[in-house]
């Protein structure tokens, strides 16, 4: 870990990070960082990067819900409960509730406790 260096902040808020931290931490002209308020100061850190921009990342999701479904197969409670969940969601967006833009509970509306 470096020794803290001072660094300057110009007119727009740009700062200069020091060329050993950069190589350390392999940041590059065009590096996303980000900002984030600490009690004890401001912390930049290297974003992290979005799954899509990770190359071969559909076969390596795919892979592992293929991987995950096989393995509930295997288990017919925790199936069942897997195919009640699917279809409680399926009966949700049939009602004209679109899934993805759900905004409620977490539980579609046929799964919500009314008291």
């Known amino acids: 870990m470096s020794n803290p260096t001072p660094v300057h902040v110009g007119k727009r808020g740009s700062i200069v990070i020091p060329a050993e ?3 350390e931490y392999q940041i590059e ?3 996303l960082l980000v900002a984030e308020a ?3 100061g401001i912390l930049l850190r290297r974003a992290r990067l979005l799954v899509e921009e990770t190359p071969g990342w559909r076969e390596r999701m795919i892979a592992e819900f293929n991987s995950a479904v096989a393995e509930l197969k295997q288990e017919p ?3 069942a ?4 969940g699917r279809a409680a969601w399926d009966a ?3 009602d004209g509730i679109e899934v993805d833009a759900w905004d409620g509970p977490t539980e579609p509306p046929g799964k919500r406790q009314h008291g």
């Open 38 to 40: 600490r009690p004890e």
């Open 21 to 23: 931290l950069r190589r």
């Open 92 to 94: 949700a967006s049939m």
């Open 81 to 84: 409960e897997e195919l009640a």
């Open 77 to 79: 409670a925790a199936w």
């Open 29 to 31: 002209d065009g590096s």
